[in-house]
């Protein structure tokens, strides 16, 4: 079986990967990230103000392989689509998974379905087709040795089973360690984040070998 979890990239949805637990966990303002002009963010204050909602996005470079474009051209493609949008209070609200398979789909010419009640055994038989998932997940997901906080408000990319076959690993954008952004766990830990839902996505194409 190809290890499509060794040909995907892992990117994580803030410009300096060695930075995201101080960001998620320790309060700094991503503002003060040096690198955030990477991220294709027209100013620091944008880059602040969207980076923590570009889960989606960062699953999407994953996916899109070597040569993706960058997170907030993404973004910008997402946003055209209506897949994020922003209330009067200019809330931003998102991601909306069905314009988001549209913009998939038509831009980017991935097969993107949206799994509106999706079980964990159903991920299974995905990974197993070969595709890869955005599941929605509880972004204490990073801790899997705690409880679950809740399920949902985040997206991490699975990319195929574990070598065990009884679990699964993925890619996590707001993952704060190595181990955390590329991880594993057994499918009954992941279930205890995960939200019943998600989009699939085909593999890499065999150029990306």
Excluded: K
């Amino acid at each position: 079986m190809t290890c499509l979890s060794c040909r995907t990239p892992v990117h994580t949805q803030f410009a300096s990967p060695g930075l995201v637990e101080a960001i998620v966990e320790g309060g700094l303002d991503p503002a003060g990230d040096p690198r955030w002009a990477d991220s294709g963010a027209a100013s620091p204050a944008e880059y602040a103000r969207w980076a923590g909602h570009l889960c989606g996005m960062a699953c999407l470079r994953m996916a899109l392989g070597p040569g993706a474009p960058s997170l907030f051209a993404l973004r910008d493609g997402a946003l055209a689509y209506d897949a994020y949008t922003e209330d009067a209070g200019g809330e931003i609200r998102g991601l909306v998974y069905a314009p988001f398979a549209r913009y998939v789909s038509e831009v980017h010419g991935l097969d993107a379905v949206v799994h509106r009640d999706l079980s964990p055994a159903g991920i299974l038989d995905l990974l197993d087709e070969g595709r890869r998932v955005m599941a929605s997940v509880h972004f204490g997901i990073r801790h899997p040795e705690r409880p679950a906080p809740g399920r949902g408000g985040h997206l991490v990319l699975l990319t195929s089973r574990t070598a065990d076959g009884a679990g699964v690993h993925f890619h996590n954008p707001s993952g704060t360690t190595a181990a955390s952004r590329a991880a594993g766990l057994p499918l009954p830990v992941f279930e205890r984040f995960f939200a019943g839902r998600g989009v699939s996505l085909p593999g890499l194409p065999s150029t990306h070998l």
